[in-house]
């Protein structure tokens, strides 16, 4: 679908990510391309997660904005971003019959499966782990090729994507696979309850509600589960509800989140922030390409009492496909029985985020996180998203919303965040480090002047950095290390802001000790 140029210009504000260079691929007579990131710690026969661009933007976007190469580092996978094809408008597409591009034929099915056998070959990347997902026209992309591609790809996430009508007739999986879906509500690009009468002109397409039921039959997936997740930012104007679809016929799952009152957007980048839509897709993509846990009979993600009930009442009288039936002789017997007691206890968990005692943190399972002393945030917990700090506020991801007006501080046991800065926007003052660092979000209530201070107020050397945007998409607006009419070096930032618009204040000091309390004092005028 069209992409909003407002959504463009956040994504492409990012100050932090290098560029890498487009890769060629040969395919069906035209220069494909894609980027690729390898982490340097990768395990054997890794995975591979594939990430599609929207319409009109170009694959470093995504590169860049939303925490995907930070992810394959934590977790040992690799991610590719390949390019679409440019149309006559000079915009990046995918090929899923538009009518703008009916005069061309793009075999985008063949590229991204042909790519996909590529890298498998190159990096030993395991089969059963091939994953796609996608924005906007990238996400109508993932359910084309969850209909065309079920034998390549084993799990699919689609953000704010549809499924044109042709497709949606026409759809026929080799294979179904897992989906997990997200979509706005209140979405005006592509809209939530379709276009069947093609009045935006991108042609007739399905709205939310019947993809996902046509999924959820394909599936075979009866029961349904819905949770309202926490509204973790009251000010994002959106809520989040998760639809999870399940079968007793399969161990396919289909999960929706309803991004209610929300965009075209991707969740934690740009839009809700509620929820971290990468960290939600890895994952969905990591839970569908584990081997289920010996034992765990009844999937509560250890061998108990209860999983010897369950084996127990199959005993001699199960054949076939029985949960009980642990060794796979076909039926439920003595050995199954003492499989269980011998298992007892066996922890099934998948890795998380494990806090060490030095505030840093590491994606490691739960008995090893135990074992150097961590505190374990729960299975496939991120360590994009979870704070390790003893101290209120010490990442951007647990930034205190504030106001105009004063906030008491204190940065005595925060650590220092690793994002990066520009002292050459500081005017005049220079930066030390930005040790011990917490963070404040503020979205501005004037479009002039923001004066942000901590001028006489501190009790030690304090830095003031300003970004505009989010923590997985920010822009660094200004800085100041020492406000020219301030003693003992505190800090005194003025910049020029738009109404409505987000911003990001990170708060440190200038040396590794440099620590303390005070009072953070904004101001806007027009």
Known sequence: MKLLVAMVLSCLAVATVAHAQNISFPHDGLDREYLIHVPNELPESPGLVMVLHGYGMINSHFEECCGWLELADERGFIVAFPNGTVDTLNRRFWDVDYPIHQEVEIDDDGFLRELAFHLQDLYGINPDKIFVTGFSNGGDMSYQLACRESETFMAYAPVTGT?????????????????????????????????????????????????????????????????SLPNVNPNDGSTVRLDIYSSLKNELELWFYAIVGGGHEWPGAWGNMDINASVEISNFFERNSKLPCIGDVDGSGEVSVNDLLLVLGEFSTCKGDCGGDLDGDGDVD???????????????????????????????????????????????????????????????????????????????????????????????????GVYNDIWFAYEATCSGSLVISTCDSATFDTDLVLYRGNCLNMVQVACNGDGSTCSDNTSLLEAEVTSGTSYLIRLGGWGGNSSGAGTLSISCEP
């Open 163 to 227: 499924m044109m009508d042709s497709l949606f007739t026409s759809c026929a999986p080799a294979v179904p696979r897992p989906i997990l879906a997200m979509n706005g509500t209140s979405d005006n690009v592509v809209l939530y309850n379709g276009d069947m009468d093609n009045a935006t002109g991108w042609g007739p397409y399905r709205s939310v509600p019947e993809i996902i039921a046509f999924w959820a039959k394909v599936m075979q997936a009866t029961d349904m589960t819905q949770v």
């Open 334 to 432: 003595v050995e199954d029985v003492l499989a269980v007691i011998e298992l007892w206890g066996t922890a099934c968990e998948l890795s998380g985020a494990c806090c060490l005692i030095n505030g840093n943190c590491q994606y490691i399972e739960s008995v090893e996180c135990e074992n150097i002393g961590g505190e374990w945030n729960g299975s496939l917990s991120s360590c994009l998203t979870s704070s390790c700090s003893s101290s209120a506020y010490d990442e951007c991801q647990g930034a205190m919303t504030v106001m105009n007006g004063q906030a008491i501080f204190s940065t005595v046991d925060a650590t220092t965040s690793a994002d990066a800065y520009d002292e050459e926007l500081c005017e005049g003052a220079w930066l030390g």
